[in-house]
């Protein structure tokens, strides 16, 4: 029988446990809240120019944390699982069309509408479930998507345009979610963002050959602080994924769910209110029912998580 002060200790260490995660997937969320105003700091430089440097540097930075933690060995442990290393490259893909569209975004005026696309993203990742893992969904889940379904053709309707930045972004993101489901605990963040990066040099490579011979490569023109600051794009890129990572090990995937709206939230206030973007009347609408979406989704998931605790085992 175990004594009960070593069950009250280890309980303890749990609650903490669990704390942290929360605080370290809160932290993760926020960096990437705010990455907008980061990317607007490093203009007049252009959105292909950025994703080629965001790509190489992330490369490096991964590199010098494998090199000081010694875990060079995951790597060849990962290259030497055919199935996995062809996943992390069909990831370095996604991740690639992701960061491409939301720098474009950012830097043309549309943060709002990066702000929905991670809205829409858990409806997405739901919708996946259904056409790809063929789970099958609740009532309130299918509500979910039918309303975030109108939103959308509200916007494009009432708003005329198409939001296909918001839609890219929530597709990629959903798929790399799914992707990296796929290749399981097998690949730590670092290591996994490591080998998204190296697959991606050769497109990074002809991205600052085209915007050299086209407009000019902006490096090293704009003053040291603008250098500085384009230098540290690696590292804005992956400590983000490493508090996310060390969050997501330690909370609930309850709490982590309800933690992700906190950086779409920080995008559209951005947008909205520091930048100035336009918010219409049918902007408003739309983006209200996938507010609405979000909350079905939410309570929804709280009161199946409720249940799945309170059944007998």
């Not at 875990?71 to 370095?92: D, K, N």
């Not at 995008?267 to 609405?292: C, D, K, N, S, T």
């Amino acid at each position: 029988m175990v004594p009960a002060s070593r069950t009250g200790a280890v309980a303890a260490h749990l609650a903490t446990q669990h704390t942290l995660g929360g605080v370290y997937a809160f932290t993760a969320y926020l960096l990437w809240g705010f990455l907008p105003l980061y990317f607007l700091l490093l203009m007049p430089i252009g959105p292909f120019e950025l994703v080629a440097w965001r790509i190489l540097l992330s490369l490096v930075f991964c590199a010098l944390l494998l090199a000081v933690t010694r875990s060079w060995g995951r790597i060849a442990a990962i290259l030497r699982q055919p199935r996995i290393a062809w996943l992390t490259v069909l990831a370095g893909g996604l991740i690639y069309i992701n960061w491409q569209v939301f720098i474009l975004g950012a830097l043309t005026g549309h943060v709002i509408e990066t702000s929905l696309g991670y809205f829409i993203n858990p409806i997405a990742t739901v919708l996946l479930a259904v056409l790809v893992l063929r789970e099958r969904l609740r009532v309130t889940q299918w509500i979910a998507i039918g309303i975030a379904t109108l939103a959308v053709l509200v916007i494009i309707i009432g708003y005329g345009s198409f939001p296909w930045i918001a839609l890219t972004l929530a597709a990629t993101f959903s798929l790399y979610g799914l992707v990296k489901k796929r290749v399981g605990p097998s690949v730590d963040a670092v290591s996994g963002l490591t080998l998204e990066s190296l697959w991606l040099v050769p497109v990074a490579g002809v991205l600052l050959i085209v915007v050299n011979a086209t407009t000019g490569l902006m490096i090293g023109t704009e003053g040291t602080w603008h250098t500085v600051l384009l230098s540290l794009v690696g590292v804005v890129t992956a400590v983000p994924l490493l508090f996310f990572a060390a969050g997501a090990r330690r909370a609930s995937l309850t709490l982590i769910g309800l933690l992700q709206f906190v950086a779409p939230i920080l995008q559209f206030i951005i947008g909205a209110w520091l930048l100035g973007e336009p918010m219409p009347l049918e902007r408003w609408i739309g983006f209200g029912l996938v507010w609405v979406a979000l909350a079905v989704l939410t309570v929804d998931s709280l009161v199946h998580a409720r249940r799945s605790r309170s059944a007998p085992a």
